[in-house]
């Protein structure tokens, strides 16, 4: 297997195609539900993760209040320097009133936070998780320079923005010279291909890297939750109090359909199929993959030792289409006008 790397947007960091997402690490509250790995089975999935060539680890300090990043941290001890380590800010850690969203005072302190279940003295990329409407962006961006300049974070991302929001942050950074996102964490598969709308051609203007989360829609592109039954007991589309992620399921397993097909044709796994159709869109730069068993990475890993013909690509394309929201297609046909001196005349 060789790993393939991409630049992280157009900062100088190259990150490997796949990140391993680690929200299964840890089991507090709501997350006990989504993996509860503890210490000894996290390592294991690093250390696959890690031989394969994997360089770039997702986290958040919500995942089960801490216990992912403190899992993650010890998991990557003695490696630290070779990998790029990403974790997220926003989420509610306490029932204190002031322990949840952007402000500079919740920032920084779960910088700090961080830092300390991490184990390390530096955030490789330091991530907003949602946006927070109560608090002025100016008063978050300016939060986050300052701990890029204080050597705390290398790098800035955000996570879950409409395409305003984000090109508002964009725009306001330059105002003030203050460091850039240099990427989007996005709900991006390719049962949600929502954020073609806007946030993909934001992200191909800007230069943001674009790094898809669920890209496997929660298991169900894996193709074990079939039609009209349920999928395995212990999976999380399974647990109705999991399953957040909606899907059109006639539009769904009509997609479902050809993955399992061309996987057949191929002579590998429908996952591979979905994962290897993220990245041969030219925005995205690593697509995180998340798993509860070895088998299960392992299988995700061989994505990048194949690619998906032009063929297959189409019609994946043409399966999973989006409708045609305006104004797409009032700018689809006024564009013509441009090359075509006849039009509208």
């Known amino acids: 297997m060789v790993m393939k790397y991409r630049q992280l947007g157009k900062s100088g960091l190259l ?74 800010v926003r989420g509610r850690m306490s029932p204190e009133i002031n322990d949840v969203g952007l402000s500079r005072r919740h920032i920084i302190q779960s910088c700090e936070n961080s830092l300390r279940r991490l184990g390390t003295d530096w955030i490789d990329l330091y991530i907003v998780h949602s946006f927070d409407f109560l608090t002025p962006l100016e008063e978050t961006l300016s939060a986050l320079d300052d701990l890029v300049h204080q050597g705390k974070v290398r790098y800035l991302g955000c996570s879950n923005f409409f395409a305003w929001q984000l090109m508002k942050a964009l725009a306001l950074s330059e105002k003030h010279h203050w460091e850039k996102f240099v990427s989007l964490q996005a709900h991006y598969s390719l049962v949600s291909r929502d954020v073609e709308y806007e946030l993909v051609p934001l992200c191909e203007d800007q230069g943001l890297g674009l790094t898809p989360w ?33 899907l059109d399921e006639d539009r769904a397993y009509a997609i479902l359909d050809v993955v399992q097909r061309i996987a057949r044709e191929r002579g590998v796994t429908p996952a591979q199929v979905s994962l290897n159709y993220l990245l041969r869109k030219p925005a995205v730069s690593s ?44 700018l689809e046909f006024t564009r013509l006008d441009r090359t075509d001196p006849k039009m509208l005349l």
């Open 15 to 88: 990150v490997s195609e796949l990140c391993l997402g680690t929200m299964s690490f840890g089991g507090q509250g709501y997350w006990e539900k989504i993996g509860g790995l503890d210490q000894a089975a996290a390592q294991r999935l690093v250390d696959i993760a890690l031989d394969a060539g994997v360089n770039f680890f997702d986290t958040a300090d919500v995942y089960s209040y801490g216990q992912s990043e403190e899992i993650l941290g010890k998991a990557l001890k003695g490696k630290r320097d070779k990998v790029v380590l990403a974790t997220k």
């Open 287 to 330: 697509v995180i993959i998340g798993a509860t068993k070895p088998e299960q990475l392992q299988d995700n890993l061989k994505t990048v030792e194949w690619m998906l013909t032009d063929e297959a690509m189409r019609a994946l394309d043409e399966v999973s289409a989006l409708p045609r929201l305006y104004p797409k297609w009032m």
């Open 214 to 246: 669920s890209p496997l829609a929660a298991g169900f592109l894996t193709g074990k939750y079939p039609r009209g039954g349920k999928g395995p007991a212990n999976a999380r589309r399974s647990k109705e109090e999991q399953n957040f992620i909606q």
